[in-house]
């Protein structure tokens, strides 16, 4: 045809990769554009997404290093002799895990080359259609044509708007997975029978996105930072808060309660009203605690926003082309089909409505799109029963239905909720307590 790639794909995460690799694999003319806009705090990255950057790679990698703390503890019940005190050096964690994270840059770009994927490393806008256009680095304008767009441009975290120096002082998990030292500036004493030292607090401020800020707050703790987690609501919003008749425990509060027991501070209904920054460089917060009606202020070494993501596309100049989004999230409406409401131009990944953030979901839906695209298939995505999981020190993993979901589509008399408690085996010669380990089915 008279447009130059068969696919052109917005955005180089999980999804987005995914269904460009796939639609290669058919033979097809593809292209990639992929560009992060550094934040508010500098902070950039490399090609592979959120996932990949500053997401579930290097969480999860710090969840880890987290764990091992924990194991060290256990360790001497089972006979290890491990010398007290234990450090934890920040700096060498950090190395680790960003090392690793470019390497996947690195990765995903030689596969880009190996399947004949033309990579741009631009941020692109819509000028019709089947036309996006965008500006390099150097400021020389590229046009690229595509009989088929493919949206995935995913979000990033939100900064709350009514907070006084919320965007001039606050980091982001944008920022704090690519932080070389230590939010606390000190040596970090992490004794085995965990002394929590006043090093640093981090305050992570929960919205829409509350399993970020209490899995960072999860593992902060974790290698020995002194963290508070400052909540105006419920905890792990969406996820089951049904009380269980007989023992009226949620789900959610079993984590938060487990965090508290291991040394992460909790504000529960404050919200903060304001940062500033002192003299001795540390940041003073101010807040209110809706409960008591009473205003506080305490000072911290560094303050996180995790209040939600926003989806990424003011750049995009959709409002041109005539794609449709939700007006309260800003987020593409899609059809089972993941079109828009533009003949040809798709969109998958957390950049669409309705759907849920996580990266396996992305990849596979990136995948049957490319194949229905190119490789006559009829095959949807099936987003029904996606496991989920939160990596807090104690992880919780959940399928299905929540509990008031479940009530809400069939009715409390028509369902049975079983319940246990359970002890983990390695939980019994290390002594730890088991009080939150539960399942519910």
């Given amino acids: 045809g008279k447009n130059e790639y068969d696919l052109l794909v917005i955005g180089g995460g999980s999804g987005g990769l995914a269904c460009a690799k796939e639609a290669a694999q058919f033979g097809r003319k593809v292209a990639v554009m992929d560009y992060v806009e550094p934040s508010p705090q500098g902070t950039t990255w490399g090609l592979g997404g959120t996932c990949v950057n500053v997401g579930c790679i290097p969480k999860k990698l710090m969840h880890q290093a987290a ?66 256009r965008g500006l390099t ?10 009989d088929n767009i493919v949206i995935a441009t995913g979000g990033r975290p939100k900064h709350p708007m009514d ?26 004493v992490y004794y085995l029978y965990i002394v929590f030292i006043e090093i640093v607090d981090y305050i992570c401020l929960t919205g829409a996105s509350p399993d970020v800020s209490l899995e960072c707050a999860g593992f902060l703790t974790g290698i020995g930072l002194d963290t508070t987690v400052m909540m105006r609501s419920i905890p792990l919003r969406g996820f089951d808060q049904a009380i269980c008749f007989t023992t009226q425990q949620q789900m959610a509060s079993l984590v938060t309660d487990h965090m508290e027991s291991y040394g992460t501070k909790f504000l529960k209904r404050c919200f903060p009203t304001k940062v500033e920054k002192l003299k001795s460089n540390r940041l003073q917060v101010t807040w209110k605690n809706a409960d008591l009606d009473t205003e506080e ?16 596309t003011k750049t995009l100049n959709l409002e041109t082309v005539g794609v449709k989004t939700n007006s309260e999230t800003g987020k593409i409406i899609v059809d089972a089909s993941e079109a828009t409401s533009v003949p040809h131009i798709y969109a998958v990944g957390d950049i669409t409505e309705g759907r849920p953030e996580l990266t396996p979901t992305a990849i596979a839906a990136g995948k049957l799109l490319a194949q229905r695209l190119f490789g006559q298939s009829s095959e949807l995505m099936d987003y029904d029963n996606v496991p989920t999981t939160v990596f807090t020190p104690l992880e919780y993993g959940c399928v299905g239905l929540s509990e008031e979901a479940a009530v809400q589509r069939h009715g409390s008399d028509n369902i049975e909720v079983y319940h246990a408690y359970y002890k983990p085996l390695e939980f019994t010669v290390a002594e730890r307590d088991a009080t939150q380990c539960y399942m519910k089915v």
């Fill in 163 to 188: 907070v006084a120096g919320a965007l001039e002082y606050g980091i982001t998990s944008d920022d704090l997975f690519w932080l070389k030292e230590s939010p606390g500036k000190t040596p970090l």
């Fill in 297 to 312: 202020t305490d000072s911290f070494d560094t303050v996180m926003w995790a209040v939600g993501r926003a989806p990424d």
């Fill in 67 to 132: 764990l091992l703390g924990s194991a060290l503890k256990d360790a001497q019940h089972y006979g290890w002799n491990i010398s007290q005190p234990v450090n934890h050096t920040w700096s060498v964690m950090a190395q680790g895990v960003q090392n690793y994270v470019k390497s996947l840059n690195w990765g995903h770009r030689v596969q880009l080359q190996e399947k004949k994927v033309k990579y741009f490393n631009i941020k692109g806008s819509f000028s019709d259609p089947h036309t996006v």
């Fill in 137 to 146: 680095k150097a400021g020389k304008e590229t046009v690229v044509t595509a």
